[in-house]
């Protein structure tokens, strides 16, 4: 399924991206194990934002390996949900909140922490982070408990 017909609103699971769920993100590391770890996210302009400490082992692990994998989840429906493979990039350098990324930062603790989150942020802008974009290579998704064909045929079918 492409990036675009999934997140329509027509499939009915783009307002999953409007919810303040947490983006589980996979990556791989250096010995080849995948890691993942929750995120907060923006969706805009066709991509996934993610304003990540400088240091935490996820963004050495997508420097070292671009693609990655992110899953978002319904937690009131588990049956809606969106499973995205895409190529990541580290946006600038590391530094401090400033700017678009201080924008973004406040925007997501406001979505999902709102007056704490912001706090925190405050708290913490001088701390080096850096701007990741995720760029959608596929995106698949589910809006339904209903299985797919493929997944219904029995094991006497299978053995033909």
């Known amino acids: 399924m492409s990036a675009h017909g999934a997140l329509s609103a027509e499939r ?13 993100l996979a990556t791989v590391d250096d010995d080849g194990y995948p890691v ?5 996210y923006e969706y805009a302009n066709d991509a996934f934002w993610v304003v990540a400490r400088a240091h935490a082992a996820y963004v050495a ?10 899953s978002i989840v ?44 912001l706090r ?3 708290r913490s802008r001088s701390w080096p982070r850096v701007l990741v974009r995720i760029d959608p290579d596929s995106v698949t998704g589910w809006s339904s408990p209903d299985w797919h064909p493929r997944y219904r045929r029995t094991a006497h079918q299978e053995d033909r």
């Open 12 to 24: 009915g699971l783009r307002d999953l991206l409007d919810r303040p769920l947490l983006a589980r």
């Open 36 to 40: 993942i770890v929750p995120v907060w």
């Open 61 to 70: 692990h997508l420097r070292a390996r671009a693609r990655v994998g992110l």
């Open 74 to 117: 319904d937690d009131a429906d588990p049956d809606r949900r969106l499973t995205i493979r895409g190529t990541a990039h580290v946006v600038g350098a590391a530094g401090p909140l400033e700017g678009p990324t201080l924008e973004l930062a406040r925007r997501l603790a406001t979505r999902y922490e709102e007056a704490p989150g």
């Open 120 to 122: 925190y942020i405050e």
